[in-house]
């Protein structure tokens, strides 16, 4: 198994690059739209929960929210965020699903899903979310549209300041649907170097899977504030259930 390969890979390379890993899109849309998904007071689970950006508001929306995060060194850092002690999180692969269930409620956010590597991964998790949702319980989605073309471009410059410059380099693979990036920054410190890998997936072929794992897409919007999503948009929540 390679580095890239690794679930927790992503976590432990990224996890020192932020001061605070509860920071990122304002997630007050999200909470509001997956609260409208489950009982109030209920338990939800979030696969790779992260610095609790997400769970942390639902929480305090009175949700027992579970987790999983592949990284022990972003729970390390979730347990020391205020609120962040209180949420029981498993340290494993987001794919296997190793929390106890049934849930009313299952989510994954911004793009995490296409953190695993591999189409029979991605797999794994529709069919083992579908094993912990109780009946018409729902599994969430967050997901970007690929653009295929943007991922072509090789080498892309990101800042170039006085005493740093910064760019990023790109594989990308067509057939596997798999980006593998490198972003390097060059300053008097030396050369840092971040790199990430993602397997996209169009929208057709997540319904696919959940079709194998036995649930059916039950709404699909352009945002979290229920925008119509269509040709142009770029980016989908997907709301799978359970019959």
Same mark, same amino acid.
């Given at each position: ?15 020192? *690059? ?24 209920? *338990? ?14 639902? =929480? ?7 987790? %999983? ?20 999180? /498993? ?7 190793? &929390? ?14 296409? &953190?695993?590597?591999? $189409?029979?991964? $991605?797999?794994?998790?529709?069919? &083992? ?56 920054? %060059? ?9 990430? =890998?993602?397997?996209?997936? !169009?929208?057709?072929? /997540? ?16 945002? !979290?504030? *229920? ?11 997907? %709301?799978?259930?359970?019959?």
């Amino acid at each position: 198994m390679t580095d890239f390969d690794d679930p927790a890979f992503f976590g432990d390379r990224w996890a020192s *690059r932020y001061d605070d890993l509860s920071q990122g899109p304002d997630p007050t849309a999200a909470v509001e739209f997956l609260a409208g998904l489950a009982p109030p007071g209920s *338990r939800v689970l979030e696969l790779a929960i992260g610095g609790g950006r997400v769970a942390l508001p639902l =929480a305090r929306r009175g949700y027992a929210v579970e987790g %999983v995060e592949a990284s022990q060194a972003v729970v390390d850092r979730l347990r020391a965020t205020p609120g962040g002690r209180d949420l029981p999180v /498993l340290t494993a692969d987001l794919a296997d699903v190793p &929390n106890t269930g049934p849930f009313p409620l299952v989510y994954v956010v911004w793009n995490s899903l296409f &953190n695993l590597t591999s $189409q029979a991964r $991605q797999v794994d998790t529709f069919r &083992n979310v579908a094993r912990v949702l109780e009946p018409d319980g729902a599994f969430v989605c967050e997901c970007y549209v690929p653009d295929p073309a943007a991922y072509d471009r090789q080498f892309q410059t990101d800042e170039v300041l006085e005493d740093s410059v910064g760019f990023t380099l790109t594989l990308h693979d067509r057939v596997a649907q798999r980006i593998r990036m490198q972003h390097v920054t %060059v300053d008097t410190k030396g050369v840092q170097l971040l790199p990430t =890998a993602h397997r996209y997936c !169009w929208p057709a072929e /997540l319904d696919l899977m959940a079709q194998l794992a036995g649930l059916h897409l039950r709404e699909r919007w352009a945002d !979290w504030d *229920r925008s119509p999503f269509g040709a142009t948009s770029e980016s989908h929540i997907s %709301v799978y259930a359970k019959p």
